[in-house]
């Protein structure tokens, strides 16, 4: 029997399984296409690659040996293994080990340290003629050595695979340029004059030809190793929290569950839970996992998970959802889901499935690259045949050969992405603006549809009284306090919104006497003498208690709108009502207009009802409108986006966004939202304010256009140089001059994004 069967799950889409590998050793998104291509050769295998999160989902027949699979990749270069099985307890475990002990991200960090601490007097003495005391070559070879072949190993091991399969990328050119940089060198301190006591680089600004041998090229060599380095390690860093959202998944759940076990309470891991076990939820407390009530009443927080914003009452026979919060009464629940059969495990599977399943981002050097690298080897072939061809000695030849290889690779290169990422990020960081890394910027130029996510993200995710509406000669300030004293007893979230706004409203409010709670109905006591009842309007009938016709017309038409409404009467009358709802934020309309100014669509995706979320996106300009949306569907709405063309930016904070996040082209999370859609988003909004999301895609335009150029001019610095290394007149200072003035562009160029400006205008 195939390994296959308990690792994958069946896809839908026909008789199949579905196979996921852990694949390593890719360098940049080229290579996740050469392993796709790959595996979709096999017969009956479709494989998805993906270069971000370094993962392969494979559908397979029934039976296929996953064993077929790896083989073949590993034929193309690279490793792949089958993923142990997850459980909480190990993710829990592992999470710290993922994030700080990868040793992919250990040996960057190692190699990046070392060519630091070697290559800074390398070029220090390159650059400045008055360090070159008599033997500084060879102390040079001594120290560049090392970083071009230990350092930059990863890219001559890449540029190897690249070979093999007859593809060019970036790292084909670093390793290309490095290593006849070192070569050359080494024939001019060996075999030529380079290598002779007191050999210097004077600072020429003349041009002339020469035959190489008194030029040494080591500082070229290992900058361009250190500077490429440095923007592969952030990069590495940053791609590293792709899996982090499903550990903040995991961690969401409750840890421990009080059981009833022979009628008395037993405290066990919740791993050690069973189905049909009751346990205990007091008020607080998050439901441990999927189940039935079987006793007592209260109200469920359970807004993170679907939308809802307002707490759901449940009673004995009413399903609640693992990791929802108890905000009421104690309860005891039946267990009827368990481990990777509940809600919240199915939702972390959708927000894997997402990430996978996105396509990968290119990256914008290796596309060059991969027609750049082609094209020097040419040049330098053509100049190699030229020479010889006009009777010019084998040495010039192969100087000026040598020459274009050298000029060719830009130490710019390395620095155009980080650089640009590092000043973007910062400024970001200050307008409260979190980006994840390189590969989130290219997809903001291209969205043209904002999908919004409404309780937390367009309003504020919390119940607030918005209206109070008296019976003819009843006192506002009366019925405020009246209310909000009852209420204030109560742990009920729409009791405490009411509290907080009577309060708010007539300031300190009387205790109230003989206080109880009326099952799934409201609370009733004595507040300064009077005998107060408030809840459903149906409580108030028990007590013969009846709303005019203009209060009951005022109610019906807060309701038709989704809001909720509460009665008050004492004293053998009904008194008022009082309107809770989840309120816009100040912000959000004027975010809005500010989306659809820079060229987007927003649409307005929420798992409330349909009245709510059509109020709520009157009251601040949008039109399309998706309601009564759950988790599932979430990712259906913005999948059915983009196969109609649309390139879709998300906005969401809480876990049942997470999947519709990380299935955006751009995901962005507000700050004030869950772990879980934080970590599945690309740009975090630590401000909560929806103008950040505005900022957000300006900033990342703006970096992503900074980064194009930077890449442009790291090339045509180095570009312009060809011509003049196939002349045969390319002199070490020059070489060196053209990476570092094309350094300094490409920083200084970076600086410019200090300058970006929020719209807000506050």
């Not at 030029?215 to 250190?226: D, K, P, Q, S």
């Not at 019976?471 to 019925?479: I, K, N, P, T």
Request: charged share 20%; with cysteine.
């Amino acid at each position: 029997m195939s390994t296959a069967a308990p690792l994958g799950s069946s896809t839908g889409a026909g008789a199949g399984t579905g196979i996921e590998l852990e694949i390593g050793g890719m360098t940049c998104a080229s290579c996740a296409n050469r392993i796709e291509r790959k595996l979709n050769k096999l017969d009956g295998v479709q494989a998805t690659v993906n270069y971000a999160t370094e993962k392969a989902k494979v559908t397979v027949p029934e039976g296929y040996d996953p064993a077929l699979l790896i083989a073949e990749v590993e034929k193309t270069g690279y490793t792949a293994l089958l993923p142990a099985p997850k459980t909480s307890e190990r993710a829990r475990d592992s999470s710290a080990d993922d994030a700080d002990h990868d040793p992919e991200l250990t040996s960057l960090r190692q190699r990046l340290i070392g060519s630091i601490v070697l290559t800074v007097p390398v070029i220090a003495m390159a650059m400045i003629p008055a360090l070159q005391f008599t033997y500084w070559q060879w102390a040079s070879l001594a120290l560049a050595a090392p970083v071009i072949v230990w350092a930059a190993w990863p890219f001559h091991k890449a540029a190897w695979t690249n070979l093999k399969h007859g593809a060019a990328t970036m790292d084909t050119l670093i390793s290309m340029g490095t290593s006849v940089a070192l070569l050359w060198s080494l024939y001019a301190l060996f075999f030529g004059t380079a290598g002779v006591p007191g050999m210097t680089h004077p600072f020429e600004f003349t041009i002339a030809p020469s035959d190489g041998a008194a030029n040494i090229y080591l500082e070229v060599g290992a900058g361009v190793t250190m500077f490429i380095l440095a923007g592969r390690y952030f990069e590495k860093r940053s791609k590293r929290q792709a899996g982090a959202a499903l550990r903040a998944l995991l961690e969401l759940g409750a840890k421990e569950v009080s059981v009833l076990r022979d009628g008395a309470e037993v405290k066990i891991p919740v791993e050690q839970l069973a189905v049909g076990d009751e346990f205990i939820v007091r008020p607080g407390e998050k439901i441990a996992t999927d189940g039935v009530v079987v006793s007592g009443s209260s109200a469920v927080d359970a807004s993170m998970l679907t939308g809802e914003s307002v707490p759901v009452e449940v009673a004995a026979g009413d399903p609640v959802t693992g990791a929802t919060v108890n905000a009421g009464g104690r309860l005891v629940v039946r267990a009827t889901r368990i481990g990777s059969d509940t809600q919240l495990a199915q939702m972390a599977k959708l927000v894997e499935d997402a990430q996978t399943g996105k396509a990968e981002v290119q990256r914008l050097a290796d596309r060059i690259s991969g027609v750049f690298v082609p094209i020097v080897i040419v040049i330098a072939f053509v100049t190699l045949g030229a020479w010889l061809g006009a009777g010019f000695p084998v040495a010039a030849a192969f100087t000026a050969a040598v020459a274009v290889l050298v000029i060719a690779c830009p130490c710019a290169l390395g620095l155009a992405t980080p650089t640009a990422l590092l000043v973007g990020t910062g400024r970001g960081a200050q307008l409260g603006i979190l980006i994840k890394g390189p590969e989130v910027l290219e997809s903001t130029r291209k969205v043209d549809t904002v999908v919004l996510d409404k309780t937390g993200t367009v309003t504020t995710g919390r119940m607030t009284l918005v209206d109070v509406i008296t019976e003819s000669g009843v006192d506002r300030a009366e019925l405020l306090r009246f209310a909000g004293a009852l209420e204030d007893a109560s742990e009920h979230p729409i009791a405490q919104a009411i509290a907080k706004g009577a309060t708010q409203e007539v300031g300190r409010l009387p205790v109230p006497e003989d206080f109880a709670n009326v099952e799934g109905k409201g609370v009733q006591g004595i507040v300064d003498g009077a005998s107060v009842v408030i809840g459903r309007e149906s409580l108030l009938a028990d007590w013969a208690l009846a709303l005019s016709p203009e209060v009951a017309a005022a109610k019906a038409h807060a309701e038709g709108e989704g809001k909720t409404v509460v009665a008050i009467g004492w004293d053998g009358r009904a008194r008022g009502i009082l309107v809770v709802a989840d309120t816009v934020k100040p912000t959000s309309a004027e975010a809005i207009a500010q989306l659809k100014e820079i060229g987007l669509t927003p649409v307005l995706l929420t798992g409330d009802n349909e009245a709510v979320a059509r109020r709520i996106a009157a009251e601040v300009g949008i039109e399309q409108v998706y309601a009564e949306v759950l988790p599932r569907d979430k990712v259906d709405v913005v999948a059915r986006l983009q196969a109609e063309g649309k390139v879709v930016a998300m906005v969401g904070d809480g876990v049942n966004d997470a999947p519709a996040l990380a299935q955006a082209d751009l995901g962005l999370a507000m700050g004030t939202g869950t772990d879980v859609a934080i970590e599945a988003s690309d740009l975090t909004l630590v401000r909560g304010d929806l103008r950040s999301a505005v900022d957000a895609i300006r900033l990342s335009r703006k970096t992503l256009s900074t980064i194009k150029t930077n890449l442009f001019w790291a090339f045509a610095y180095n570009t312009a140089a060809i011509p003049i290394a196939a002349l045969g007149m390319l002199n070490p200072m020059l070489a060196g001059a053209a990476m570092a003035f094309s350094s300094v562009f490409v920083v200084g160029n970076s600086l410019r994004l200090r300058g970006f400006r929020s719209v807000a205008k506050d």
